[in-house]
């Protein structure tokens, strides 16, 4: 497997590392995220730009079929919409 070598604390320390398939889109990354709210619980997290608090645990995390009738965050955070 490929190895890449990352700078960190100002250049003063290298570290090689195995290359691996980026986990920040598709299925990977929602097995991923779901397991994440799953060990945070009932914490709260705000949302709209700090205005509104949402349970972690209430977060819908099934997996969407189509975007269709989605909800998407726009205006900067502040409006909801949904897509089709």
Same mark, same amino acid.
């Given at each position: 497997?490929?190895?890449?070598?990352? +700078? +960190?604390?100002?250049?003063?320390?290298?570290?090689?590392?195995?290359?691996?398939?980026?986990?920040?889109?598709?299925?990977?990354?929602?097995?991923?995220?779901?397991?994440?709210?799953? %060990?945070?619980?009932?914490?709260?997290?705000?949302?709209?730009?700090?205005?509104?608090?949402?349970? %972690?645990?209430?977060?819908?995390?099934?997996?969407?079929?189509?975007?269709?009738?989605?909800?998407?965050?726009?205006?900067?955070?502040?409006?909801?919409?949904?897509?089709?």
């Amino acid at each position: 497997m490929n190895k890449i070598r990352i +700078c +960190c604390n100002k250049g003063t320390k290298t570290i090689e590392m195995d290359l691996e398939k980026p986990n920040w889109a598709g299925e990977n990354f929602h097995d991923h995220e779901t397991k994440r709210v799953l %060990l945070a619980g009932n914490l709260m997290t705000s949302t709209a730009k700090g205005t509104n608090k949402v349970q %972690l645990s209430t977060i819908n995390r099934k997996r969407p079929n189509s975007l269709t009738g989605q909800i998407i965050s726009t205006r900067r955070g502040t409006a909801i919409t949904k897509i089709g």
